[in-house]
């Protein structure tokens, strides 16, 4: 792939799959800020053009990005994504533009499709399969995929381009909530856990159990203080300790430029989260029992939105030059509100923890059943093995003693069949 589209890709997946490449072409057409590199210790160049595409965590990210690959090579497409807005590409109007794509694209891209949709099958034959349940419709199971248009499953259509963008933008949405409300269930699981070990314990036991756990949150309590995210005091301990730079020569554009890791004109979310890494080291270290290293990374996300919300004008989750610049004028930026830590919020009530209990209850009440119904076929499969093994050494004690008699009464011996076995004379 060329370095434009590795870039272009790495902004689409961050903003929700099309919805920011105009911004970006547009980007690259800027001067650039000019950086007294002399002043910058241990910098080295970086290699945007080895920059892998990350994966979106989407079940149609391969699709996804073979698709944006062919698109890439269309001229035309290519200049109506430098003109179009945010609002063109969301509402779907930039889609119709498929239909004057070369016939050559065109063609990929309904090859394109016709492997998704047959991999889809495959992958519904295979559930259907497993579930031995073959006399299912095909196509009415396709519905649920709403990346593509099933019902015609031969051709790539303006449709088709339509749906991959709002099904993304969809999903990508609800990854980053789902990650906030996992990570509540596991402070919820965490918190859960340790009362119930502590209900397996005697008065004294129980009392040194919570008299350490009020220590382990003392100790991670008890931290530097933590610069409101994307301050100026948190930007200038950046360029001072990480850039090796004075800090009474703090230029925000030189500031802006020397983060700009791959040099496309933007901060993304990646590019934001390491500037919060130094304050993240004051609060957690993995040496630390009393730190929790999942936490951090749930503090890191909220530092990162945080940011957004505050520098991020038109909400494409990029931050350009013009609005870092125009965030570093705010009263915010030089006199912010102190930033309260995880460590210091209350991340669920005692209400939702009863509720989280109660569904966790639900869950091993249906799994204890589900494990005597096993339990209990085990025992009648076990009771038919003996049963069908009683009844085999009945039988073979009954040919036998019918051989014993046989052989008394002088006639041949039967084989395993019941055939009468007869023994030539040498």
Known sequence: MTSSFQMRWKIIQLQYC???????????????????????????????????????GLYYD???????????????????????????????????????????????????????????????????????DTGM?????????????HQNPDTFESSDLDMLIKAATADLEQYDRTRHEEFKKYEMMKEHERREYLKTLNEEKRKEEESKFEEMRRKHENHPKVNHP????????????????????????????????????FLDEQELEALFTRELEKVYDP????????????????????????????????????????????????????WETLGQQQLFTEEELKEYESIIAMQENELKKRADELQKQKEELQRQHDHLEAQKQEYQQAVQQLEH?????????????????FKPHT
Request: aromatic share 4%; hydrophobic share 35%.
């Open 287 to 338: 040496r630390n029992a009393e730190d929790d290293m999942i936490e951090m990374e749930e503090e890191r996300l909220r530092m990162r939105e945080h940011v957004m919300n505050e520098i991020d004008n038109n909400k494409d989750r990029l931050v350009t030059l013009e609005e870092f610049l125009r965030a570093t004028e705010k009263k915010e930026f030089l006199e912010p509100d102190s």
């Open 230 to 265: 994307g301050s100026k005091d948190q930007l200038k301990e950046v360029w001072e300790e990480a850039d090796g730079l004075d800090p009474n020569d703090f230029d925000p554009k030189t500031f802006f430029k020397l983060h700009d890791v791959n040099n496309d004109g």
């Open 18 to 56: 099309f919805l920011l490449v105009p911004c970006m072409l547009t980007a690259l057409e800027a001067v650039p800020i000019d950086v007294d590199k002399t002043k910058v210790h241990n910098t080295e160049p970086v290699e945007s053009a080895r920059i892998d595409p990350p994966d979106t």
């Open 137 to 149: 419709n095909h196509h009415l199971l396709l519905k649920q995929f709403e990346h593509l248009n």
């Open 62 to 132: 391969e699709y996804l990005k073979q698709v944006i690959d062919v698109l890439e090579t269309d001229q035309h497409f290519r200049e109506k994504l430098q003109k179009a807005d945010i609002e063109e590409i969301r509402s779907g109007r930039l889609s119709k533009e498929l239909d004057l794509v070369s016939h050559h694209v065109r063609t990929k891209l309904d090859e394109l499709k016709r492997q998704e949709v047959a991999r889809l099958r495959m992958l519904i034959k295979a559930k259907l399969d497993s579930l031995q």
């Open 405 to 421: 008699k046989k052989f008394q009464q002088g006639i041949a011996p039967s084989g395993p069949a019941g055939e009468l076995e």
